[in-house]
């Protein structure tokens, strides 16, 4: 079982930044690919980052790329999302998620992750 707990959304003006967390439970941090999605109000799920077991792979959605980067921190069970020149296109509830399979490969998919944390909500006012 893996427990995921996001923080660090908020209100924030178009341009501002904010930095995303995310903290895992268990001692096998490392063996998950983990990713960020994101859904705004009315809106389907959006794949935004999403980050390999070592942190030596990312891989970014269109809509963010140049602006968002994912990080994790594996001594500390943590993965990032650190977004910068925010719009308002970007509010939304952000979610982290961790994909235990074993080839360990990346994945845009949401159905690809099993576990889920409870997301933290990002406006971006203009």
């Known amino acids: 079982q893996v427990q995921l707990v996001e923080s660090g959304g908020g209100l924030v003006q178009a341009g501002g930044s904010l930095r995303l967390s995310c903290a895992a439970s268990?001692?096998?941090?490392?063996?998950?690919?983990m990713g960020w999605f994101r859904q705004a109000p009315g809106k389907e799920r959006e794949f935004v980052a999403a980050?390999?077991?070592?942190?030596?792979?990312?891989y970014t959605g269109d809509s963010v790329k140049g602006r968002f980067t994912i990080s994790r921190d594996n001594a500390k069970n943590t993965l990032y999302l650190q977004m910068n020149s925010l719009r308002p296109e970007d509010t939304a509830v952000y979610y982290c998620?961790?994909?235990?399979?074993?080839?360990?490969?990346?994945?845009?998919?949401?159905?690809?992750?099993?576990?889920w944390g409870q997301g933290t909500k990002v406006t971006v006012s203009s």
């Open positions: 998620a961790a994909d235990t399979a074993l080839d360990g490969t990346v994945s845009t998919m949401g159905d690809q992750y099993e576990y």
């Open positions: 980050i390999n077991r070592s942190g030596g792979y990312t």
């Open positions: 268990g001692r096998t941090f490392s063996s998950y690919v």
